[in-house]
Nanobody, 123 residues
Framework: QVQLVESGGGLVQAGGSLRLSCAASGRGFSNYAMGWFRQAPEKGREFVAA????????RYADSVKGRFAISRDNAKNMVYLQMNSLKPEDTAVYYC????????????????WGQGTQVTVSS
């Protein structure tokens, strides 16, 4: 398994941008699909974005399509989430995730999780 540490969260005004980073350690990072999930106060955890092991395919939640972009750098063991046109409803703790395939990652809690980074969007 890989260990994941997120960074880059913070407070931003609506319409602003943030870039989240996730640093992975351990073996086999380039073998894993990577994803971002989020959990808002008093809500369940939800899928945000995912990327295949080689970056060839990405998938997004409808709520973030056209505003967020996921990318990865396998040479640096990093995955990123560029968030633009942020809205107050994007406020949540954002978690990095690693698993073997995207469909299972979305449908289960299997795999590695980071500790989360807080994103707060003010109106």
């Amino acid at each position: 398994q890989v260990q994941l540490v997120e960074s880059g969260g913070g407070l931003v005004q609506a319409g602003g941008s943030l870039r989240l980073s996730c640093a992975a350690s351990g073996r086999g990072f380039s073998n894993y699909a990577m994803g971002w999930f989020r959990q808002a106060p008093e809500k369940g955890r939800e899928f945000v974005a995912a990327i295949t092991w080689n970056g060839g395919n990405t998938r997004y939640a409808d709520s973030v399509k056209g505003r967020f972009a996921i990318s990865r750098d396998n040479a640096k063991n990093m995955v990123y989430l560029q968030m633009n046109s942020l809205k107050p409803e994007d406020t949540a703790v954002y978690y990095c995730r690693a698993y073997l395939d995207i469909p299972t990652m979305i449908d289960t809690d299997f795999g590695s999780w980071g500790q989360g980074t807080q994103v707060t969007v003010s109106s």
